[in-house]
Protein backbone atom coordinates (compact mmCIF):
# COMPACT_ATOMS: atom_id res chain seq x y z
CA UNK A 1 0.00 0.00 0.00
CA UNK A 2 1.18 3.26 -0.96
CA UNK A 3 -0.48 6.08 1.74
CA UNK A 4 -2.06 8.96 0.53
CA UNK A 5 -1.40 12.28 1.31
CA UNK A 6 -4.41 12.93 3.59
CA UNK A 7 -4.86 9.96 5.26
CA UNK A 8 -5.46 6.18 3.92
CA UNK A 9 -3.81 3.79 1.29
CA UNK A 10 -3.76 2.43 -2.34
CA UNK A 11 -2.94 -0.51 -3.30
CA UNK A 12 0.36 -0.80 -5.65
CA UNK A 13 -1.70 -1.89 -8.65
CA UNK A 14 -3.60 1.31 -8.44
CA UNK A 15 -0.87 3.13 -8.28
CA UNK A 16 -0.71 3.40 -12.48
CA UNK A 17 2.53 4.49 -14.02
CA UNK A 18 3.50 5.65 -10.15
CA UNK A 19 4.07 2.25 -9.32
CA UNK A 20 7.60 2.27 -10.37
CA UNK A 21 8.58 4.53 -7.77
CA UNK A 22 7.03 2.38 -5.02
CA UNK A 23 9.48 -0.77 -7.37
CA UNK A 24 12.39 1.59 -6.81
CA UNK A 25 12.22 2.29 -3.27
CA UNK A 26 11.56 -1.73 -2.80
CA UNK A 27 14.02 -2.81 -4.73
CA UNK A 28 12.09 -4.73 -7.43
CA UNK A 29 10.52 -3.72 -10.48
CA UNK A 30 6.93 -4.57 -10.70
CA UNK A 31 6.20 -7.29 -13.37
CA UNK A 32 4.49 -5.42 -15.99
CA UNK A 33 4.00 -5.84 -19.61
CA UNK A 34 6.20 -2.70 -20.47
CA UNK A 35 8.94 -3.78 -17.94
CA UNK A 36 8.72 -7.01 -20.00
CA UNK A 37 9.07 -5.15 -23.36
CA UNK A 38 11.53 -2.87 -22.14
CA UNK A 39 13.57 -5.83 -20.96
CA UNK A 40 13.13 -7.45 -24.42
CA UNK A 41 14.45 -4.35 -26.43
CA UNK A 42 17.65 -4.34 -24.43
CA UNK A 43 18.15 -8.36 -24.67
CA UNK A 44 17.24 -7.82 -28.97
CA UNK A 45 19.95 -4.19 -28.64
CA UNK A 46 22.58 -6.52 -27.14
CA UNK A 47 22.69 -9.67 -29.41
CA UNK A 48 21.77 -7.33 -32.40
CA UNK A 49 23.46 -4.52 -31.58
CA UNK A 50 20.73 -2.60 -32.70
CA UNK A 51 19.05 0.78 -30.60
CA UNK A 52 15.68 0.04 -30.67
CA UNK A 53 15.31 0.81 -26.70
CA UNK A 54 17.46 4.47 -27.32
CA UNK A 55 14.67 5.12 -30.09
CA UNK A 56 11.82 4.13 -27.96
CA UNK A 57 13.08 6.62 -25.35
CA UNK A 58 13.90 9.16 -27.54
CA UNK A 59 10.46 8.83 -29.30
CA UNK A 60 8.44 8.93 -25.74
CA UNK A 61 10.39 12.24 -24.97
CA UNK A 62 9.66 13.83 -28.24
CA UNK A 63 6.16 12.68 -28.94
CA UNK A 64 6.56 13.35 -32.57
CA UNK A 65 7.88 11.62 -35.08
CA UNK A 66 9.71 14.41 -36.98
CA UNK A 67 11.43 15.72 -34.22
CA UNK A 68 12.53 12.00 -33.06
CA UNK A 69 14.04 11.20 -36.15
CA UNK A 70 15.81 14.76 -36.21
CA UNK A 71 16.99 13.78 -32.61
CA UNK A 72 18.31 10.38 -33.65
CA UNK A 73 19.76 11.67 -37.17
CA UNK A 74 17.57 9.21 -39.02
CA UNK A 75 15.35 9.36 -42.47
CA UNK A 76 11.42 9.33 -40.64
CA UNK A 77 10.71 6.50 -42.60
CA UNK A 78 13.62 4.90 -40.49
CA UNK A 79 11.69 5.79 -37.82
CA UNK A 80 8.94 4.12 -38.44
CA UNK A 81 10.12 1.04 -39.22
CA UNK A 82 12.00 1.00 -35.72
CA UNK A 83 8.77 1.83 -34.14
CA UNK A 84 7.40 -1.11 -36.34
CA UNK A 85 9.79 -3.40 -34.97
CA UNK A 86 9.58 -2.79 -31.78
CA UNK A 87 5.84 -3.18 -31.88
CA UNK A 88 6.61 -6.60 -33.69
CA UNK A 89 9.12 -7.85 -30.82
CA UNK A 90 7.10 -6.99 -27.91
CA UNK A 91 3.73 -6.85 -28.62
CA UNK A 92 3.03 -3.30 -27.60
CA UNK A 93 0.54 -0.81 -29.54
CA UNK A 94 2.41 2.25 -29.54
CA UNK A 95 -1.18 4.27 -30.62
CA UNK A 96 -3.01 2.54 -27.61
CA UNK A 97 -0.45 1.94 -24.78
CA UNK A 98 -0.16 4.23 -21.71
CA UNK A 99 2.96 5.83 -22.45
CA UNK A 100 3.73 7.65 -19.15
CA UNK A 101 4.21 4.13 -17.96
CA UNK A 102 5.81 2.92 -20.42
CA UNK A 103 8.23 5.88 -20.50
CA UNK A 104 8.90 5.27 -16.52
CA UNK A 105 9.73 1.47 -17.36
CA UNK A 106 12.19 2.65 -19.60
CA UNK A 107 13.58 5.13 -17.05
CA UNK A 108 13.39 2.62 -14.72
CA UNK A 109 15.85 0.34 -16.68
CA UNK A 110 18.16 2.82 -17.13
CA UNK A 111 18.33 3.55 -13.29
CA UNK A 112 19.25 -0.02 -12.65
CA UNK A 113 22.13 0.12 -15.12
CA UNK A 114 20.83 -1.05 -18.47
CA UNK A 115 22.61 0.19 -21.66
Known sequence: LALEPRGGGRRVAELGPYRYL??????????????????????YDAARRTELLATLERHLADRHAGASAQALMIHPNTLRQRLQRIEELTGLDLDREDLLALEMAVKVHRLRGGA
Open 22 to 43: VALADGEPPDTPHAGAVATLAA
